[in-house]
């Protein structure tokens, strides 16, 4: 049996971006190898819709978040962080590391960031240097508003540093029509690739605040990558050559397939999932109205003990998904659809939980959320 990848990363690897990674390494100071990285930055910028600098680094996406953190950062500036999950107290929590003065916007656990607070914030701190804001937060499946954080920001002298490690490649990020400043992405979640690529854009505004910091930087310095690769097409310390092979092929999916979409099938991805999955009596975390397209919740069920159920969908059925983090660990589960999937691996997924449900003795009718599911599945066009 095939194992379904139902995780909110890492995610599948499409077989292209597999085979890839089997060919024979090339040196990341040769001609080869230049023309590999200058295709990659330039189809990134095209997911990130963006004109700015694109920076390639070999980290996971909290390695991308420290690396926009000490290279905007002065001992002791003034943060704005946006916090309603573990993804951004963990921004924040870099931060403050680092030695930056916090001002915290902090909301319950699946709750959004609230726009007004967050404007009358800025006002109030005209001396905040930055702000920390997650655009998808993984741990509550929680789409926080980009695009207004973005229109807030762009008149206030702070910069806007963005995780977007669970959204760019599934969800709209429109850098230069959002004024986004910096925005850090990873490899492993809709970028289809494995683990270990975190990639940045930085605007000009963030690079004026960048060339005025006084924080040390060595090998996270992005005035170096910059650098290296306007001079030369190259990073500055050797990079995971083979990652860069896979995620080539991945950007030519997501490009081939185009953006737009790319953004309605994980939508819709979304939407049945969610139909089915309330069909055989699953309770989901958040309202549609602030759900993720990547990643769903869903309360752990009352009717069935939960960590039997799961250890029991994993031997029988191969299925991996993710239970909560934090104070929602022992509340809630999520299931990633991210990238590379596909309408049938949505219903595969209704139909494991189903067959799941039915081995507890739990009375439920799949046949009847398979075929809601199908009904919003119809708008899909499929990319194989």
Not at 50 to 66: C, H, Q, R, Y
Not at 142 to 163: M, R, S, Y
Not at 296 to 316: D, N, W
Request: charged share 25%.
């Amino acid at each position: 049996m095939n194992e379904q990848i139902r995780l909110p990363g890492p995610t599948p690897v499409p077989p292209e971006g597999l085979t890839a990674q089997s060919r024979q390494i090339i040196g990341h100071r040769e001609d080869d190898f230049s023309k590999l990285l200058v295709r990659v930055t330039e189809n990134l910028k095209k997911v990130f819709e963006t004109k700015n600098d694109v920076l390639i680094f070999p980290a996971s996406g909290t390695g991308g978040l420290e690396i926009a953190v000490v290279n905007i950062l002065s001992p002791g500036d003034k943060i704005l962080s946006v916090n309603n999950g573990v993804f951004g107290h963990r921004f924040r929590n870099i931060a403050k590391t680092f030695g930056a003065e916090i001002i915290d916007l902090s909301y319950p656990w699946g709750q959004p960031c609230n726009f007004v607070e967050f404007e009358q914030t800025l006002k109030k701190h005209p001396d905040i240097k930055a702000v920390l804001f997650t655009h998808n937060e993984t741990s509550t499946c929680v789409q926080n508003n980009l695009e207004k954080a973005g229109q807030i920001v762009k008149n206030h002298n702070a910069v806007l540093l963005v995780d977007a490690v669970s959204s760019l490649g599934g969800l709209p990020v429109k850098c230069d029509d959002w004024n986004l400043d910096i925005v850090v992405t990873s490899s492993q979640k809709a970028l289809m690739t494995p683990p270990g690529l975190a990639i940045l854009s930085v605007s000009p505004k963030a690079w004026k605040q960048i060339r005025s910091s006084s924080f040390p930087v060595f090998y996270w310095d992005l005035k170096k990558a910059k650098k290296y690769y306007d001079e030369r097409q190259q990073t500055p310390y050797t990079p995971p050559v083979s990652l860069l092979y896979a995620l080539d092929m991945a950007l030519k999916r997501i490009l081939r397939e185009g953006l737009d979409k790319v953004y309605k099938r994980h939508k819709l991805l979304t939407k049945a999932l969610r139909k089915g999955m309330v069909k055989l009596g699953f309770k989901p975390f958040v309202p549609w109205e602030i759900a993720s397209y990547t990643v769903s919740a869903f309360y752990q069920p009352e009717f069935v003990g939960y960590s039997l159920f799961k250890e029991h969908l994993y031997k029988k059925y191969k299925i991996h998904f993710a239970n909560g983090q934090g104070n929602l660990k022992s509340k809630i589960f999520r299931i990633g659809h991210m990238g590379y999937v596909s309408s049938n691996d949505i219903l595969k997924t209704i139909e494991i939980f189903g067959k799941g449900l039915k081995d507890f003795n739990i009375n439920t009718d799949l046949d009847v959320a398979l075929s809601d599911c199908k009904e919003v599945l119809r708008g899909v066009e499929e990319y194989v």
